[in-house]
């Protein structure tokens, strides 16, 4: 396990990132840099950049952590039941972006390396991640772009990996008491290893990587498409499901909050404005409905017409 090229790459990934969007906006992000001491629940240290009521983006961050722990807790571990109460190593890189214009897409990315350190053992080091989309209003060729660009990055690991993680993307991204999916997917992963480090650890550089150009495109499309009232009580609507999901079932969410991660970092990924009414359905035939019909099923986007 080399750790410091994993922390490297990732503090180089959120700067790429940071300084794309912030292009992107206009309006600079905020850097809020911390530390945890050692004495502490988790000791480590991260950086949180931010913008608020930015040009493009109503809310967005980009997170980086890097923390150890004496416990590996219960949402690390549910997959792993022999390594409860390890001690415990994490970093990564989690953003989600909100932007203000209905047309264009909340997006969510993040890309992490775990590693339990049993006592007398070697240490069990894991990668996990991916990205998805969540659009309010749906335009196909966003979708197959997205899904493409994620396809092509992770083809030279074998032909077998997109289908699989964008199967667990849809499958994960999914709100079980709505019975409905939280947006398009993309991909997702988890515990994963079978690569071996090196390999599994430039699986995970290409899925990094791979961010700025699955989104940025989607952006400069729809980023000028005139919306009003009608498009902005929608968007305030869906975004309920986005915290719902996050709060409910999102495994780095409850990650952070179970180790006693720090609070406004982790709930960084909130939309500033967000509605819920009672029992509410789009009207047949209006492009809302078509919302639900349309994308919130599961497809196979990258094999779509172009």
Not at 72 to 80: D, E, G, K
Not at 210 to 229: K, Q, S
Not at 257 to 286: A, H, K
Not at 290 to 305: I, K, V
């Amino acid at each position: 396990m080399d750790a410091n090229a994993v922390r490297n790459y990732l503090l180089d990934l959120q700067t790429r990132i940071v300084k794309a969007m912030q292009q992107a906006d206009g309006h600079s992000f905020v850097t809020d840099a911390w530390t945890r001491d050692p004495g502490g629940r988790l000791a480590g240290d991260g950086r949180t950049q931010l913008v608020e009521e930015g040009g493009l983006l109503e809310r967005g961050g980009c997170n980086f952590s890097h923390v150890l722990g004496p416990a590996m807790p219960p949402s690390a571990t549910q997959h792993r039941p022999e390594l409860a109460g390890a001690p415990f190593e994490a970093m990564g890189v989690s953003l989600v972006f909100h932007p203000r214009n209905p047309h264009v897409p909340t997006v969510h990315m993040n890309v992490r390396m775990f590693a339990a350190l049993p006592e007398g053992k070697p240490p069990v080091v894991w990668f996990g991640g991916g990205m998805d989309l969540t659009p309010y209003y749906g335009h196909e060729e966003d979708a197959q772009h997205f899904h493409r660009v994620c396809r092509d990055a992770l083809q030279p690991f074998g032909a077998t990996l997109y289908p699989r993680f964008k199967r667990w993307c849809d499958e994960y991204f999914f709100l079980k008491h709505r019975n409905e999916p939280r947006g398009i997917g993309g991909i997702f992963f988890d515990d994963f290893s079978e690569l071996g480090f090196d390999e599994s650890f430039a699986m995970l550089r290409a899925v990094g990587d791979a961010f700025l150009p699955a989104y940025l495109p989607i952006v400069e499309r729809r980023r000028n498409t005139p919306y009003g009232e009608r498009e902005r009580d929608f968007q305030a609507y869906r975004r309920g499901r986005y915290v719902e999901f996050n709060l409910v079932y999102d495994r780095g969410t409850l990650f952070g909050l179970q180790s006693g991660g720090r609070t406004e970092s982790i709930l960084m990924s909130m939309p500033p404005v967000v509605t819920w009414r009672y029992d509410w359905q789009p009207e047949p035939g209006t492009p809302e409905a078509r919302l639900y019909n349309d994308f919130l099923q599961p497809r196979d986007w990258a094999a779509g017409a172009a």
